[in-house]
């Protein structure tokens, strides 16, 4: 008998009796394990529970009356089945997209198969577009570690470098993990420097380890909030009107986000109005496009840029 | 048949996809095997010889009666009966469901995807029906607001899953140049908060990487292309080409954020935090404006002549500030 027919078996065997078996009526029924030699053909279930149990089958041992006399082995099956998920075609369309979406993510779409069992078709042709790709400069194991341990309040000890290149090692209490502008960050409560910090996952220099049960994150607590958008990512910032060529401006748009359009000048050249909470951040950025922009507004940034340009060129 | 120890590993991905395949067919009768092989990524042979365990395995007493019905019909039409303990499958692991819930979030927070609100709705379904046992405390696993995608993204996406050749006008960021060029885009796909396009470039006759927000305007050529299977996500987003210069910087703490977003190669460490790094470059100018930006953070060491560029640079920027600097 193969393997997988042996399992199957068991599965089913497991699910369906009413009350939890033992291994003598297990025996019993299942031929797989009918050998004269127990011993080895104990093992053999052993070996077929344990496989079991780390695919996530609830395989339980039980008592199998009120005095707990005797062990037997069930699957309960409200832990054994998927709870119902009323998906929209369109929501599981797009849940197997993600699943495929991103580099060794094996567990994505294991998972993501077991939610479309239910969906009135159309996964395929809604998909039929092929898988939106992304890419991450995260490590997946690292991002899967730091979120399980955020879900599981955890604590984590890792290696991290900050963008001033310091290396240190930290203990963090793992709150959630945030994707913002293409990166993801574990944000938690840093032991060492008692105050709740975001880490750039690409900045983590060792794998995570887990330094069991964390605190709790204070009441009211959004991990998203502890991770700094860019200085122009704000809504409602006020707003400084910059010239550029036609060409600059397109590459303006593309790397500050937030720019739009102001309009087009009879020389060619195009105004965009940038989002800035704060000038010493712009200046710099504008400074990046050469002679291929000119700040109009406000006065104290367009000073900001004039002398940074006098520094440099000696003016 | 006895066990062989190589046999344990694979029996185990065959279990765990027949839980998943066999729910799904039995909900989805009459799906045929090409379908349910691309939709669990199955070879059909595969599919066939799974089909046939399960087709041994049952319900005690396991009579002829008892064994799980397995029928493939002649145009490929899977029906399964008898296995109405297998018609929903199993919970997902914390690890999928980990998994599922961290690559919807990093996808509905990217800018530019058509499922994004399916997928908002789809998380919050997800949190609700597999509650803590399956997934934790979900609430802090979040994407940010995504932002808004490049104008032509659209376009590109559309072009490239119908083949379709483009006429475009792209600003190269090392040059400053706008040019046209007819594209055959054949791979999109977002990296670190960008959008790119992997392209042949007809008149070049050759591969490019594009990045889609560079694009300023895109317009149908009327004609398609054939694939030739250039490479998506996952590729090296700078080519590197013979005609490069080799520029060496020296970057502060504060400027070692360079080293981490471009191409940086030879990196040398100092012992103040500071990196000594060479950035490969099609165009001088470019790195010149960097460094304009950079400002006492950074310093040129190799080629010098890029320092005078540096000033060059500064100086013809101050012009448009009026006379009086001039």
């Given at each position: 008998?193969?393997?997988?027919?042996?399992?199957?078996?068991l599965?089913?065997?497991?699910?369906?009796?009413?009350?939890?078996?033992?291994?003598?009526?297990?025996?019993?029924?299942?031929?797989?394990y009918?050998?004269?030699?127990?011993?080895?053909?104990?093992?053999?279930?052993?070996?077929?529970?344990?496989?079991?149990?780390?695919?996530?089958?609830?395989?339980?041992?039980?008592?199998?009356?009120?005095?707990?006399?005797?062990?037997g082995?069930?699957?309960?099956?409200?832990r054994?089945?998927?709870?119902?998920?009323?998906?929209?075609?369109?929501?599981?369309?797009?849940?197997?997209?993600?699943?495929?979406?991103?580099?060794?993510?094996?567990?994505a779409?294991?998972?993501?198969?077991?939610?479309?069992y239910?969906?009135?078709?159309?996964?395929?042709?809604?998909?039929?577009?092929?898988?939106?790709?992304?890419?991450?400069?995260?490590?997946?194991?690292?991002?899967?570690?730091?979120?399980s341990?955020?879900?599981?309040?955890?604590?984590?000890?890792?290696?991290?470098?900050?963008?001033q290149g310091?290396?240190?090692?930290r203990?963090?209490?793992?709150?959630?993990?945030?994707?913002?502008?293409g990166?993801?960050?574990?944000?938690?409560?840093?032991r060492?420097?008692e105050?709740?910090r975001?880490?750039?996952?690409?900045?983590?220099?060792t794998?995570?380890?887990?330094?069991?049960?964390?605190?709790?994150?204070?009441?009211?607590f959004?991990?998203?909030?502890h991770?700094?958008?860019?200085?122009?990512?704000?809504?409602?910032?006020?707003v400084?009107?910059?010239a550029?060529?036609?060409?600059?401006?397109?590459?303006?748009?593309?790397?500050?986000?937030?720019?739009t359009?102001?309009?087009?000048?009879d020389d060619?050249?195009?105004v965009?109005?940038?989002?800035?909470?704060?000038?010493?951040?712009?200046?710099?950025?504008?400074?990046?496009?050469?002679?291929?922009?000119?700040?109009?507004?406000?006065?104290?940034?367009?000073?900001?840029?004039?002398?940074?340009?006098?520094?440099?060129?000696?003016? | 048949?006895?066990d062989?120890?190589?046999?344990?590993?694979?029996?185990?991905?065959?279990?765990?996809?027949?839980?998943?395949?066999?729910?799904y067919?039995?909900?989805?009768?009459?799906?045929?095997?090409?379908?349910?092989s691309?939709?669990f990524?199955?070879?059909?042979?595969?599919?066939?010889?799974?089909?046939e365990q399960?087709?041994?395995?049952?319900?005690?007493?396991?009579?002829?009666g008892?064994?799980?019905?397995?029928?493939?019909?002649?145009?490929?039409?899977?029906?399964?009966?008898?296995?109405?303990?297998f018609?929903?499958?199993?919970?997902?692991t914390?690890?999928?469901?980990?998994?599922?819930?961290?690559?919807?979030?990093?996808l509905?927070?990217?800018?530019?995807?058509?499922?994004?609100?399916?997928?908002?709705?789809?998380?919050?379904?997800?949190?609700?029906?597999?509650?803590?046992?399956?997934?934790?405390?979900?609430?802090?696993?979040?994407?940010?607001?995504?932002?808004?995608?490049?104008?032509?993204?659209?376009?590109?996406?559309?072009?490239?899953?119908?083949?379709?050749?483009?006429?475009?006008?792209?600003?190269?960021?090392?040059?400053?140049?706008?040019?046209e060029?007819?594209v055959?885009?054949?791979?999109?796909?977002?990296s670190?908060?960008?959008?790119?396009?992997?392209?042949?470039?007809?008149?070049v006759?050759?591969?490019?990487?594009?990045r889609?927000?560079?694009?300023?305007?895109?317009?149908?050529t009327?004609e398609?292309?054939?694939?030739?299977?250039?490479?998506?996500?996952?590729?090296?987003?700078?080519?590197?080409?013979?005609?490069?210069?080799d520029?060496?910087?020296?970057?502060?703490?504060?400027?070692?954020?360079?080293?981490?977003?471009?191409?940086?190669?030879d990196?040398?460490?100092?012992?103040?935090g500071?990196?000594?790094?060479?950035?490969?470059?099609a165009?001088?100018?470019?790195?010149?404006?960097l460094?304009?930006?950079?400002?006492?953070?950074?310093?040129?060491?190799?080629?010098?002549?890029?320092?005078?560029?540096?000033?060059?640079?500064?100086?013809a920027a101050?012009?448009r500030?009026?006379?009086r600097?001039?």
């Open positions: 008998m193969e393997p997988l027919e042996r399992l199957l078996n599965v089913g065997l497991l699910l369906e009796a009413p009350t939890p078996l033992t291994f003598e009526q297990i025996r019993e029924t299942l031929e797989a009918q050998g004269d030699n127990l011993d080895s053909v104990k093992r053999k279930f052993e070996r077929d529970k344990d496989m079991l149990r780390a695919y996530g089958v609830p395989l339980e041992m039980i008592g199998t009356d009120v005095w707990d006399v005797e062990q082995y069930t699957i309960r099956k409200e054994y089945y998927l709870p119902d998920i009323a998906f929209t075609p369109e929501e599981i369309t797009a849940l197997y997209l993600a699943a495929q979406s991103g580099s060794g993510t094996t567990d779409l294991s998972g993501v198969r077991k939610l479309i239910g969906v009135d078709g159309g996964v395929l042709t809604g998909s039929a577009g092929g898988p939106l790709a992304m890419e991450s400069d995260t490590d997946q194991d690292r991002l899967m570690a730091a979120a341990a955020a879900s599981e309040r955890h604590a984590v000890r890792f290696g991290y470098r900050t963008a310091a290396t240190s090692d203990t963090v209490d793992a709150f959630g993990v945030v994707f913002r502008s990166r993801w960050y574990l944000v938690g409560h840093d060492e420097r105050a709740i975001a880490f750039r996952l690409s900045r983590v220099t794998d995570l380890s887990d330094a069991g049960p964390g605190a709790e994150p204070p009441a009211g959004a991990a998203i909030e991770v700094e958008s860019a200085p122009w990512d704000a809504a409602g910032l006020p400084a009107h910059v550029f060529t036609a060409e600059a401006a397109v590459l303006a748009e593309g790397n500050i986000s937030g720019t359009r102001d309009h087009v000048r060619g050249w195009v965009l109005a940038v989002p800035t909470a704060d000038p010493a951040t712009l200046g710099p950025l504008i400074l990046q496009y050469g002679p291929e922009a000119e700040v109009l507004d406000p006065p104290a940034l367009r000073d900001d840029v004039i002398a940074r340009l006098e520094a440099v060129a000696g003016g | 048949m006895a062989r120890p190589r046999a344990s590993v694979k029996v185990e991905e065959r279990l765990a996809r027949m839980l998943a395949v066999v729910p067919l039995i909900q989805h009768p009459g799906t045929t095997l090409d379908d349910a691309r939709l990524a199955i070879p059909v042979a595969q599919l066939r010889r799974d089909l399960l087709f041994l395995a049952g319900l005690p007493p396991y009579g002829p008892d064994l799980i019905d397995v029928d493939i019909d002649e145009d490929g039409g899977i029906w399964i009966a008898m296995a109405d303990h018609a929903r499958p199993l919970r997902l914390r690890q999928e469901a980990l998994a599922v819930y961290v690559r919807a979030t990093e509905a927070a990217t800018p530019g995807i058509p499922g994004a609100p399916a997928l908002t709705a789809a998380l919050a379904k997800l949190r609700d029906a597999l509650g803590p046992d399956s997934l934790g405390e979900a609430t802090g696993i979040a994407g940010a607001e995504p932002g808004t995608p490049p104008p032509s993204l659209d376009a590109v996406r559309a072009a490239s899953a119908s083949h379709d050749r483009l006429r475009i006008t792209y600003v190269a960021q090392s040059t400053g140049e706008r040019t060029r007819v055959e885009p054949e791979a999109v796909f977002a670190a908060g960008h959008w790119y396009a992997a392209v042949w470039d007809v008149e006759d050759d591969e490019r990487l594009l889609i927000d560079r694009i300023a305007s895109v317009e149908p009327g398609r292309f054939s694939p030739r299977g250039l490479r998506g996500a996952g590729r090296p987003l700078y080519t590197p080409s013979d005609r490069d210069v520029v060496r910087v020296r970057l502060c703490p504060a400027a070692r954020w360079i080293a981490e977003y471009y191409l940086a190669r990196v040398t460490e100092h012992p103040d500071s990196l000594e790094v060479t950035l490969p470059t165009a001088t100018r470019w790195i010149a404006r460094l304009l930006r950079l400002g006492p953070d950074a310093e040129v060491l190799d080629p010098v002549s890029v320092r005078e560029e540096i000033v060059a640079e500064a100086q101050l012009a500030y009026g006379p600097r001039a």
